[in-house]
């Protein structure tokens, strides 16, 4: 599970900044070939760049960071994080803890990433939520270096009515944003509802003790 979950932290936004336009059937196939483009494109860069991790984590973090933010929604996955303790939050609380769970997020998996065996990626299936043009789902798998097989989804929002941009990520049936909200909120009953000190608390080592096999299963 390592491995998944680094993926699911680090690679989870992996080539969703999507603009189509036209029928449905005609979007999910273009957004089918636009993730699996991306996705190449995005772990060939992180293979060419696993060195400077080991060098200079600051540098890894910033081109990574840069990589992924057009991607991946951070800041609406850090507020599903939160919860109901969103709205009790401040703004600057807010900004706050989006920089830390991204952080925390980079500091507990990279290393994790970098020095995994060989893999790929592959895209299955893309599919826009009937009813909902506004929500999608991407079928993924990874096949470890030993030939293991794993399903990941992605869920995914369309922003601004034209861009598309993951917002949370099942691995193997676990859904990753339910499973950090659930220890959001239990951080913040153990806090005594000092969101504060919950946000200050929120590092990688809050990350490494989550155990996301006991946790948020379902979709």
Not at 174 to 182: E, S
């Amino acid at each position: 599970m390592m491995m998944l979950r680094s993926f699911g932290a680090l690679l989870g936004g992996l080539a969703l900044l999507l603009v189509f336009s036209g029928t449905a059937a005609a979007d999910e196939t273009g957004l089918k070939r636009y993730v699996d483009t991306n996705t190449q494109q995005l772990v060939a860069r992180l293979n060419a760049e696993k060195g400077l991790y080991t060098t200079d984590p600051e540098a890894f973090y910033t081109s990574m960071n840069d990589a992924l933010e057009d991607f991946v929604d951070f800041r609406r996955i850090a507020a599903r994080v939160m919860g109901r303790y969103a709205r009790q939050a401040t703004p600057a609380q807010r900004d706050e803890f989006v920089d830390r769970f991204k952080r925390s997020l980079f500091d507990s998996y990279a290393k994790a990433l970098v020095e995994t065996d060989s893999f790929t990626i592959s895209v299955k299936d893309a599919v826009i939520h009937e009813g909902n043009g506004h929500r999608a789902s991407v079928q993924l798998e990874i096949v470890s270096g030993s030939g293991n097989r794993h399903p990941v989804t992605y869920s995914m929002y369309r922003k601004d009515n034209q861009t598309w941009m993951m917002e949370n990520i099942i691995v193997e049936g676990i859904n990753i944003g339910l499973a950090f909200r659930d220890r959001f909120s239990q951080e913040v009953e153990q806090q005594r509802g000092n969101i504060q000190a919950v946000i200050d608390g929120w590092t990688s080592e809050v990350v490494d003790t989550m155990d996301l096999d006991e946790q948020g299963a379902g979709s």
